[in-house]
């Protein structure tokens, strides 16, 4: 259940009232419920009625409501899923920090200006100007190269983070991780897939009751490389679509080994991006989620 917003009216005005008077700033007062996540207002407003009597001209409504004001932390925002995740935050009116080395990124689309760009390596970073005041931390940092390299980017650097976070008191940690795509054993000893387990691990075991594991196979959508648009949805859209529409032919292949290589479907970044704002937003959203499940919890926020 998502707690963006919990409403309560404490008292309602009689229903013969004809107007009210909306609060005033003597008649509001406000108190912050908690550090991170909860703003609490509370209203009082007045109201009148011609038609009545002296005594019960006046009413008093006490509204109660708890607004969450979220402040994400997308490490990696300038990247392809990054800057996917901070455009989908933007457009919910979360406000979003990145981190990434080369900062701000060349795209001059308007969502941009309305994200902190803070150039930084993660393993050198300032977290006090990070994360301060942030309500929830995803991380996107992952990628390829020497074992050592995998080992570092997709492990290390996220248990760096994830260890900022907690220490830093962060209520929620998400991680973009990877499906595991059937592999043998030995193909997922890689410094890939160590990576990224270590890393899923840091996140669990740090946040038990609020971590997000999310586990996408092949990304589609628009990736930017060098100043030029790669337009993986021409091959990522169609090839959800087909393997959707075949997926009763072909779930009795699914126990071979590898065999989610080809039979894992292709996610759209948009949909691993929305994914990502109802783990923002839904406190009761937290643990492992498969490709099926990501796509889901998208559905849920996307308008
Ligand atoms: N793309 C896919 O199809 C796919 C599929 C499954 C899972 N994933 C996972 O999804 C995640 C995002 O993938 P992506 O395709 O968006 O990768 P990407 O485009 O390479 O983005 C990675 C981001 O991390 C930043 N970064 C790298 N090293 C950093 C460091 N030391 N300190 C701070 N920032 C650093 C990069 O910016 P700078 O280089 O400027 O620092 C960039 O913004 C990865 O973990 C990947 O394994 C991707």
Redesign the pocket.
Known sequence: MSSLSSFAAISRPPSSLKRASFPSRQSSHFAFASQNRLCRFGIKCSYAESSVTEDSKSATIDVVADVKTERLVV?????????AICKAAVSKGIEVI??????RPTDSSSWVDQVTWI?????Y?NWDEVLVGATAVV?????FGSEEQMKR??GE?NVVAVNAAKDFGIPKFIL????DYNLPSFLLSSG?FTG?RKAESEVLSKYPNSGVVL??????GR?RVDGFEIP?DLIGEPVERILSATESFTRPLSSLPASDLLLAP?VS?DD?AFAVINGVTDDDFFGIFTIEQIKEAAAKVRV
């Not at 586990?215 to 589609?220: C, N, Q, S």
Request: net charge positive.
């Open positions: 490490l990696g925002g300038s990247g392809f899923v990054g800057s990145s981190l990434s080395r080369s900062g150039p930084g390596d993660v393993f970073a991380s996107t940092l992952g990628g980017i997709n650097a973009i991780s990877v499906h890939y990224k586990r996408p196979g092949f990304i589609y990736r993986l292709p970044v691993v």
